[in-house]
């Protein structure tokens, strides 16, 4: 079992039970990110600004072209991590 969320501030994102069977790939992180974390951005960003920015290391599904292509394409900010 693994569990995802997120927060900015003392704001809580979603708290989420990841489906057992299997470990993270790009494929299983890019729907959580579309399923909760992008409504949570949009809303935080309503709420604070442009200056919000999302935060990760390095693993390989947070690198993915396909999960950056999709927080490009939904105008996600995000911080830049050396290689």
Known sequence: ??????????????????????????TRYLETVKNYFVPFYK???????????MQEDNTPWHTAKIVRAYLWSRGVSLLQWPA
């Open 1 to 26: 079992m693994g569990v995802w969320s997120c927060y900015y501030g003392n704001e809580m994102g979603p708290l989420v039970i990841l489906k057992e069977g299997g470990r993270m790939t790009a």
């Open 43 to 53: 809303r935080i960003v309503r709420k604070y600004g442009r200056g919000v920015v």
